[in-house]
């Protein structure tokens, strides 16, 4: 019968949704590395399971391309947001999706019957250490030394429901981010792993982000990664606390609210093509 699916994007960075509940999976984390696969597979960052939640209308689980499951996905979450929307499987423009990462808050702008742009709520950033987490004393990490092959990067760290490692550069489109992304993700100080980021700063309301995506490598985008960069460059004092992140195929805009401390990102979302993966 084989195995219906949604590819859907936020930026470039793609997804493939699955109505779990529908199609029960028993393994998500081998199914993610055949279908991610960019020559042998349907092509994607990973596959994202959709599921009634428990406390709120819907669940999402996120597996990244090598198989191992995400906390949360910024852009998968705005992708998820249209996908349930526009299949009639909710009503509401505004609604909670639930995350390992913690219940995510969205909001639709709806034209025509259309998402065009999801904002979401992705909580409460966290940036003491051991809340990242990474080895070394208390309090946060802003701009402190790590050692990766005899070369030094001053790293900014955040969680916001995943982990984030934030490199100031001065041009972020010239990281050789194949080469360095997976020895920071894999640094023996982070033992969950993290998300890389590089960034240079274009003005106090804007800066350019590449990042290497844990379990994912290379991605065209990261909504997770935009709050990780654009929050490192805001309690470094270099940005205001809304910030336009400009990635390969756009720009997300993050907001840091002053009066809830939560980190909100906003931006697009776009559906590619169905298929159906054979069981």
């Known amino acids: 019968m084989g195995i219906p699916f949604t590819k859907l994007h936020g930026l470039g ?22 279908m991610s696969h960019r020559h042998l597979g349907a092509g994607s960052d990973g596959i994202i399971l959709i599921m009634k939640g428990d406390d709120h209308p819907f669940r999402m689980r996120i597996f990244n391309a090598d198989g191992s499951e995400a906390e949360t996905c910024g852009n998968g979450l705005r992708c998820f947001a249209k996908y349930v929307y526009e299949r009639g499987m909710i009503p509401d423009t505004t609604f909670t999706i639930e995350t390992g990462g913690g219940p995510n808050r969205v909001t639709l702008t709806v034209e025509d019957g259309v998402v065009t742009r999801v904002r979401s709520n992705m909580g409460e950033p966290k940036f003491e250490r051991e809340a990242i987490p990474m080895a070394g004393p208390e309090g946060r990490v802003l701009e402190e030394a ?18 984030h490692a934030v490199v100031f550069v001065e041009d972020a489109t010239q990281i050789d981010l194949a080469s360095i992304g997976p020895k920071i993700e894999n640094h023996p100080k982070f033992p969950k792993r993290t998300n890389v980021e590089f960034v240079n700063i274009i003005d106090e309301d804007n800066i350019v982000m590449r990042i290497w995506e844990r379990g994912s490598g290379i991605t065209m985008a990261s909504g ?56």
């Open 13 to 34: 960075n793609d997804y493939l949704f699955i109505e779990s509940d529908k199609y029960p999976i028993a393994d998500p984390a081998a199914l993610s590395i055949a």
């Open 146 to 163: 790590l050692e990766v092959d005899g070369k030094t990067y001053a790293v900014t760290c955040v969680n916001v429901g995943n982990p």
């Open 224 to 279: 997770s990664g935009s709050c990780g960069a654009a929050l490192a460059a805001m309690i470094t004092g270099r940005t205001h606390r809304r910030v336009n992140v400009h990635l390969v195929y756009g720009q997300l805009t993050i907001e840091w609210s002053s009066e809830d401390g939560c980190v909100y990102q906003e931006g697009p979302a776009t559906e590619t093509y169905s298929g159906v993966w054979p069981d």
